[in-house]
């Protein structure tokens, strides 16, 4: 990365969370703000969680060792298993063990499939209440987005996920986006949703004032017939399949 200076030679300067934050360009090109602060507080996180780690691995070999006698772990589970067949063997005879062991399975299986049901249920209600409103809340989508936020959703969406009440997006190539201004960390949502825009190969047809004629903005505002939003002929055909549905509901086609 390399320090931006403006023509005076003065580090620029650009809005962060707390305040003025130092302006770098990376080695593609593009220009991030740099938390010094985060980072460092990053940093000792994981010096942290690593020696952590490095504590839980010594405590593990300790306990390790109290099996060191056991040359055959299959042999021993197997001991293991004889012993717990002779105990049931007690309680029905022989022929029964393997009944009562099916009916057993039946009723966890069943239950097992209930309780994943209702967790994946619950999953996608935590999916839509949190990615979906920090689409519509976004200022971001508001202010440099010709399409309404729900057709932004609709297009990168399926890219975020939540995993500890968090939000994490993931690139093209299923890795997950980390900040540029706060190197370590995952990029926000908003940080995040401009880096999967930046690959859209139709970035330019979605984007206020990118890539149209005339004064600059692309015919993706309001002010079409009936005060519908107007889309170009090549803008609605760069559209996805949900999007191209949406559009043709709320938006006027024009040349």
Known sequence: MKLKIDANGNAVLADGPNGKLPVYVHEDGKEAPFDAAATIASIAARAEQSTRVETENKDLKLKLKAFADIKDPSAALAALKTVEDLGHKKLVDAGEVDKVKAEIAKVYDERLAEADAAINGLKGKLFDQVVGGEFSRSKNIADKFVIPADMVQARFGQHFGVEDDRIYATDNTGN?????????????FDEALMTLVDQYPYKEQILKGSGASGSGAP??????????????????????????????KETTLVD
């Open 176 to 188: 997950r986006i980390f900040s540029r201004t706060n190197p370590g960390e995952l990029a926000g």
């Open 219 to 248: 015919q993706g505002g309001a002010g079409g017939a009936g005060g519908k939003r107007t889309l170009t002929r090549a803008q609605f055909d760069a559209l996805g399949v949900d999007e191209r549905a949406k559009a043709a």
